[in-house]
């Protein structure tokens, strides 16, 4: 099993850019969540897809922030546009229903200089 | 919501000594408490967790423990190793509920020689 992929891996842009990161999660998998991870703020839960479907958005920051699941193997997370507060670790994770263990991606490492 | 405080932020031992990890959490219905190692630039993984319906879960050197009439829960590291240090956190959900994790804050352990 190849567990949750993530890209990309790190990721360096300019304010104002558009930024799109990308999850696979794990196969089989019917949840999928994205998380952002800074030092102030720590692990942050930012939306959950269940079935493809956005079940809970509440922790997106606004709207410069969007996510799609257009598959149950693929789903992506857009920042548009980016601004240097968006700095952070991002991190894809999925679980199947009933397991409750969530599997993390590697995350991507983005800079918005 | 959901609301996981977590002490202390830094903890630092001696190789060989016990560490504990203490969390509260706000909401009496979660049931589900699991605790996450991240090592440094590393994602998040799993390394134990406990449901509502039993008071103490041990695995090997690392064991959690559940107070559900205080909603407090720990994880305690004995005989710890220099490849114990990591931050931890610890997180509480509702299972049945899209598993929906509320992380705590995190701890960094230190365990020195």
């Known amino acids: 099993d190849a567990g949750v992929i993530q890209s990309p891996r790190h990721e360096v842009t300019e304010m104002g850019q558009e930024v799109t990161l990308r999850c696979k999660p794990i196969s089989g998998h019917d949840y999928l969540f994205w998380y952002r991870q800074t030092m102030m703020r720590g692990l942050e839960l930012l939306i959950y897809f269940n079935n493809n479907v956005p079940i809970d958005d509440s922790g997106m920051p606004e709207d410069r922030f969007s996510a799609k699941m257009p598959n149950a193997s693929f789903s992506t997370l857009k920042i548009q546009p980016s601004e240097p507060r968006d700095s952070a670790v991002y991190f894809c994770?999925?679980?199947?229903?009933?397991?409750?263990?969530?599997?993390f991606g590697p995350g991507t490492r983005l800079l918005v200089l | 919501g959901e609301n996981v405080e977590q002490h202390p932020s830094t903890l630092s031992v001696q190789e060989g000594d016990s560490a504990v990890i203490k969390c509260t959490y706000s909401?009496?219905?979660?049931?589900?408490f699991p605790w996450y190692k991240q090592e440094l630039g590393k994602r998040p993984q799993l390394i134990i967790d406990i449901r509502s319906n039993v008071g103490e879960k041990k695995d090997q050197r690392i064991a959690v423990t559940l107070n559900k009439t205080a909603k407090h829960f720990s994880l305690h590291i004995t005989e710890t190793q220099p490849e114990d240090s990591a931050v931890y956190f610890c997180a509480a959900s509702k299972t049945g509920t899209a598993s929906k994790l509320t992380f705590g804050t995190g701890t960094r352990l230190q365990v020195t020689l």
């Open positions: 994770a999925s679980t199947l229903q009933g397991s409750e263990t969530q599997y």
């Open positions: 909401d009496s219905a979660s049931n589900y």
